[in-house]
């Protein structure tokens, strides 16, 4: 039971009795004890789940455990965002995502380790301490969702939710060699979920495979009233649409993500992926998306503005770290936040401020929106002409952590390719498709608004015919 | 657009946020560069684009306006000492 197993063999194992979900369980928990010191995924591990007499919920996936990002609260537990703002709160509800997945009968393994508020790409903003990959303990598994990949990616949990407002699921499922899927913009609940970027946000999951994301996410997904900007549009059952025959459908290869500028080792593994699509009937063609030059300047005036307005909230006074210094009411607010806030956040926040600012306004944020409207109209226009749209999820594989700390601009250009999918709120996927340098690389394929089951047919279709996905770092095999 | 360190000041200030002298000057000049990264969104025509606030094109729900939600102060209050009576306390404002 020691090797990685997939929520989908989890699922047998539990029907046919091989292993009860207690067993399971505390499998997992022990490995991730023993772990967890080299690796850091986890900021607090669950350990009284279960009860003997617990009685389960009838559903395909009861009994399942679970690792949840320290970005949704969860009842009665910690939940910190990787931020000393947050280190004591204790949620007093469930996210709605976290919810619908308790009532399902899964079990929460822990709270994984991430980026503070979301904000990195490298997990090395998170008040306590960075996560290592497991591919490479010197390197970073990427972020912000670098705790879920990493426990993923070492078999430390079978699955994990993320959630992604620029890349945050995509690059570090790339930068650890498993598949992470960003939903539409507002298929999943935002309830509970602590914002970053409103606009932006969404909840996604981690996996080993892209049929194991089609399993959770049917019931994760969904209207919640508690959500005005949730999607009222029907949830599939993902799992039926996998095995759809691809014949016929056409991918789009924008020449913006190849221009050349990819190192020859990584664009080897991307042309070698589209001869296993082309295989299946996949067609290819060359199309422009001339906006998406765009992206990163636009993301970081939206983001950081709406991340201003939305960390307003922490003032010390209702929860959260509170200043003990202070004569008056409006010092005590700026040292309690001077506190509780490290660097990246107080650099957004400051940004975010000024592009806010009287005089400001239209130039950079009224300007920025403008744009993104364009870059979602390149988007829309794609894909009257093509079914997908596919090119590297990151330009590299896992940096040494250390690497870009000092230099914002170059980290923010990790995103590169994720950020453009966030902006227009259509559906990614980043798959593995082989190592340079024993460091895994992915793929990402971007599908139009909604198509979630087809971008999870296209992935699971790949990876019934290649096993990139099934490898698994040296750490795990020392654990056996 | 250059900043300088009034600038910075004074949105310290706006968002409530001190900083020590050192993250002043580090700011400053990391500041800086994320401006002229998005300064490059000027070179964009974007004459008469609407501008998008949402990824989906929906209008704000309205529910009926009944109670769905009940008071649990003693439960929120949980996450913080300072609370007296039910009250958040602050450092004192009116003299």
Known sequence: MMKRHTVKELQSMIADHSASSQEIYKIYNKRIRAMNDSINAFISIESNEYSSDDKQPDSEISGVPYAVKDIFCSEGDQTTCGSKMLSDFVSPYDATVVKNLREKGTVILGKTNMDEFAMGSSNETSFFGNVNNPWDLERTPGGSSGGSAAAVAAGMAPIALGTDTGGSIRQPAALTGITGLKPTYGRCSRFGMIAFASSLDQAGILSISAEDSAIFLEHMAGYDEKDSTSSSETVPKYTDFLNDDLTGKVVGLPKEFFDGSLDS???????????????????????????????????????????????????????????????????????????????????????????????????????????????????????????????????????????????????????????SSNLSGVPAISHPIGFVDKLPFGLQIIAPHFKEHELLNIAHKYQMVTDWHLQTPEICKEMD | MSID?????????????????????????????????????????????????????????????????????????????FVEDGFYKVPKVIE
């Open chain 2, 5 to 81: 360190k009034s600038d910075i000041e004074h949105l310290c200030n706006l968002s409530k946020l001190n900083l020590d002298d050192e993250e002043q000057s580090v700011f400053l000049s990391q500041m800086q560069s994320i401006l002229d990264m998005i300064e490059e969104l000027q070179e964009v025509d974007t004459g008469d684009i609407e501008p998008m606030a949402h990824p989906l094109q929906m209008t704000q729900r309205l529910r009926d306006d009944e109670v769905t939600e009940f008071n649990d102060r003693e439960k929120y209050q949980n996450n913080t000492d």
């Open chain 1, 265 to 419: 080792r990584f664009q080897e593994l991307v042309t070698d992926s589209i001869c296993e699509y082309e295989k299946m009937g996949v067609k290819f063609k060359d199309i422009s998306l001339p906006n998406i030059k765009y992206s990163v300047p636009t993301y970081y005036v939206v983001a950081p503005a709406e991340c201003s307005s939305n960390l307003a909230r922490y003032d010390g006074v209702r929860f959260g770290h509170r200043s003990t210094d202070g004569e008056d009411l409006d010092a005590f607010y700026k040292r309690t936040r001077k506190e509780g806030f490290g660097q990246e956040v107080k650099r957004r926040i400051i940004t975010g401020t000024y592009v806010l600012s009287a005089g400001y306004y239209d130039a950079y944020y009224l300007k920025a929106q403008k744009v993104r409207q364009l870059i979602n109209q390149d988007f829309l226009d794609a894909f009257k002409q093509v079914d997908f749209i596919m090119g590297p999820t990151t330009q590299q594989s896992a940096f040494k952590l250390g690497e870009k700390v000092d230099d914002p601009v170059s980290m923010y250009m990790n995103d590169i390719y994720t950020i």
